[in-house]
C-alpha cells in the first residue's frame, strides 16, 4: 500500500479512535505527542467524544469540555463538529471560540435523531444556552 505524504497538512481533525489508528497510542496526550513530532508544523484538533476536545499546535494546547444533553444520535457529530470549527476558525475566530462554536453545534446534533437532519443552523448555535459539564 502507498503511504501518503501528510507533510502539507495543516490541520488534523481526527477523533480518538482515529488518533490511536494513526499513532498507536491510546492516550490523548500521547496521540498529539506523536503527530506533532511528526508533523511540527501542523495543528492538531483531537475529538474525545463525551470528554470534549483538545487542541495542540507547537505553541499552544486548548480544550473544551462538552454540554449537558441529552444524546440521541451521534452520526453527525464529527462532521458537524469539523464544518463548525472550520467555518469559526477560517473566518478569523481564535482556536479556542472555534472550539466552543463546534462543540456546542455538534452537542445540538446529538441530542436529535438523524444525519444532516440534526445539523443545526447557525442562529441556533449563536442563541444556545446549552451548559458546559465539563471543562
Given amino acids: ?5 501528510f507533510r502539507k497538512v495543516s490541520i488534523f481533525l481526527i ?7 494513526i499513532t498507536g497510542e491510546s492516550e490523548p496526550d500521547q496521540i498529539l505527542n506523536v503527530m506533532l513530532s511528526w508533523y511540527p508544523d501542523a495543528k492538531v484538533v483531537l475529538t474525545l467524544g463525551k ?16 454540554y ?3 444524546v440521541v444520535d451521534t452520526t453527525a457529530a464529527g462532521d458537524t463538529f469539523t464544518g463548525y470549527f472550520l467555518e ?3 473566518n478569523g475566530s481564535a482556536v479556542p471560540e ?4 463546534a462543540s456546542i453545534a455538534s452537542s445540538i446534533a446529538v441530542s436529535r435523531k438523524g444525519a444532516s437532519d440534526s445539523i443545526p443552523y447557525c442562529k441556533e448555535v449563536m442563541e444556545s444556552r446549552l451548559e458546559l459539564v465539563q471543562e
Avoid at 495542540?56 to 473544551?64: F, G, V
Wanted: charged share 30%; hydrophobic share 35%; with cysteine.
Fill in 1 to 5: 500500500m502507498a503511504k501518503c505524504d
Fill in 15 to 21: 477523533n480518538e479512535i482515529e488518533g490511536e489508528q
Fill in 51 to 66: 470528554s470534549g476536545v483538545v487542541y495542540r499546535d507547537k505553541e499552544h494546547k486548548y480544550m473544551h469540555g462538552t
Fill in 68 to 70: 449537558l444533553v441529552d
Fill in 88 to 90: 469559526a476558525y477560517l
Fill in 98 to 101: 472555534a472550539l466552543r462554536v
